[in-house]
């Protein structure tokens, strides 16, 4: 069993940043890929961001190309989120996930454990 706790949202104007962590438990977190996935009011769950085991390999979805950016400690069991530039778009729930296969995935369904969630919301 995997528990991921999501730390970080908040209120942010438009143009701002803000990092995303998520710390999970348990020893095997570093045979595990990662995934942030989003969920704004009305809209289905999308993905956003996805890196390897390692670390080496990062994916994103196109509309954060070049303001977000993952990351991941293995050694802390943490895997981040920086989102730069933000817009009035990216309001959502950000939840993040974690793939028992080691496999990373644009699809949700291929994620065996998510977290609670934590709200990002734009103040302008």
């Known amino acids: 069993q995997v528990q991921l706790v999501e730390f970080g949202g908040g209120l942010v104007q438009a143009g701002g940043s803000l990092r995303l962590s998520c710390a999970a438990s348990?020893?095997?977190?570093?045979?595990?890929?990662m995934g942030w996935f989003r969920q704004a009011p009305g809209k289905e769950r999308e993905f956003v961001a996805a890196?390897?085991?390692?670390?080496?390999?990062?994916y994103y979805t196109d509309s954060v190309k070049g303001r977000f950016t993952i990351s991941r400690d293995n050694a802390k069991n943490t895997v981040y989120l920086q989102m730069n530039s933000l817009k009035p778009e990216d309001t959502a729930v950000y939840y993040c996930?974690?793939?028992?296969?080691?496999?990373?995935?644009?699809?949700?369904?291929?994620?065996?454990?998510w977290g609670q969630g934590t709200q990002v919301t734009d103040s302008s």
């Open positions: 348990g020893r095997t977190f570093s045979s595990k890929a």
């Open positions: 890196i390897s085991r390692s670390g080496r390999s990062t």
């Open positions: 996930a974690a793939s028992i296969d080691g496999s990373t995935s644009y699809y949700h369904t291929d994620y065996n454990y």
